[in-house]
């Protein structure tokens, strides 16, 4: 019995040290911009092949592009046409390949999930998000608002130092600050990191508090973003409630 307790609680702490484990916050970027065309967001076809390891083939005559992954079926999508090729099968598509500022925009979610890569829509930072294994891809989609959203780490768990802090934030002439207060509102740590303009862009930041007590204490995150042209205005802000452990 001893021996089961002990493999049991191994095989929990893995289960909880696996879900603590943080993503990788990747933002997917290139030399065009996404757009979107009848609700499906379009990516340069070479953003496919750069991020997820597959290999490109343009034919000129058909004005095809083929795109092939080790171990996935075939992808074959036409300029101008709905009808997709995924190995033998014939797919219709909702909106059809194009050619933009000399790019060939495909749809990204047709080809993420027709190689088994989860593909979902978040409306109120309007970012594609694209999940495999512990790396999480981020579109940015055109926006003009200021904006944050502090994504890890989870509200009211144990954070140790130094805190990984992540989300996604969109600034407006201005930059992004983090910082971490205790009840009383003291700032106990504060960053800078970067952010992106007119979408919004994942960050990923390292921030070292100081907490003498022996014992964890309550703190909050807040991450904001603050107006740079001089009157340091507050554009925009998010904050998560935390247990911050001893730093002793």
Do not use: C, K
């Not at 603590?20 to 009848?38: F, G, H, K, S, V």
């Not at 205790?182 to 990923?204: C, E, K, L, Q």
């Amino acid at each position: 019995m001893r021996i089961l307790s002990i493999l049991l609680l191994s095989v929990l702490s893995a289960i909880v040290l696996a879900q603590d484990q943080p993503l990788i916050y990747t933002p997917i970027l290139a030399d065009a911009p996404p757009e979107i065309r009848n609700g499906r967001t379009f990516v340069p076809v070479r953003v496919i092949s750069e991020q997820f390891g597959a290999a490109l083939q343009w034919i000129p005559r058909n004005r095809q592009v083929i795109i092939t992954r080790t171990n996935q079926p075939e992808i074959r999508l036409t300029i101008g046409s709905t009808a997709a090729r995924v190995g033998d099968d014939t797919v219709m598509l909702d909106a059809a390949p194009f050619i933009s500022s000399g790019r060939t925009m495909v749809p990204l979610r047709f080809i993420s999930e027709s190689y088994g890569i989860p593909v979902n829509y978040d409306a109120t930072t309007r970012t594609v998000r694209l999940r495999q294994q512990e790396r999480l891809y981020i579109v940015p989609l055109p926006d003009s608002r200021s904006g944050v959203a502090i994504e890890t780490p989870a509200e009211n768990r144990l954070a140790r130092n130094p805190i990984l802090v992540q989300g996604v934030a969109n600034v407006f002439e201005g930059h992004l600050e983090i910082e971490v207060r205790d009840t009383s509102g003291r700032v106990i740590a504060h960053t800078f990191t970067i952010a992106g303009m007119g979408a919004f862009y994942p960050f990923s930041e390292q921030v070292y508090y100081n907490n003498p007590s022996e014992d964890a204490i309550n703190g909050v995150i807040v991450v904001f973003s603050r107006d740079g042209r001089g009157n340091g205005q507050i554009l925009a802000q998010d904050s998560v409630r935390v247990r911050l452990a001893s730093t002793r």
